[in-house]
């Protein structure tokens, strides 16, 4: 199982950024997808999450109606798309198989993630 994701870097607050999350190593189309940042100092947060299928997704309250989770079951990819980015949304974000009761399903498996810097 290996995660690797992308896309982020430094803008403004107000800007923008697609993240992307290339998964491999297990049968991606079945599985629920999260994205979770982590800031310094403070826990991993889960930010949203996507229904194998891609027919349902959530949103922590933070980023509600700023960013769109999607997917594209043919590439095994995962996208963050971060909209009216606020310096609280820096953080390094990180995706993975999400299970029931919040589980994450591949505990083991985190990738390297992508440093998101909102900063003007």
């Known amino acids: 199982v290996q995660f690797v994701e992308s896309g982020g870097g430094l803008v403004q607050p107000g800007g923008s950024l697609r993240l992307s999350c290339a998964a491999s190593?297990?049968?991606?189309?079945?599985?629920?997808m999260r994205w979770y940042r982590q800031a310094p100092g403070k826990e991993r947060e889960l930010v949203a999450s996507?229904?194998?299928?891609?027919?349902?997704?959530e949103y922590g309250d933070s980023i509600k109606g700023r960013f769109t989770i999607s997917r594209d079951d043919a590439k095994n990819v995962v996208y963050l798309q971060m909209g009216s980015l606020l310096p609280e949304d820096t953080a390094v974000y990180y995706c993975n198989a999400g299970g029931a009761g919040g589980r994450v399903i591949f505990d083991a498996y985190w990738g390297q993630g992508t440093q998101v810097t909102v900063s003007s």
């Open positions: 190593g297990f049968s991606f189309r079945w599985y629920e």
């Open positions: 996507i229904n194998g299928g891609g027919t349902i997704t």
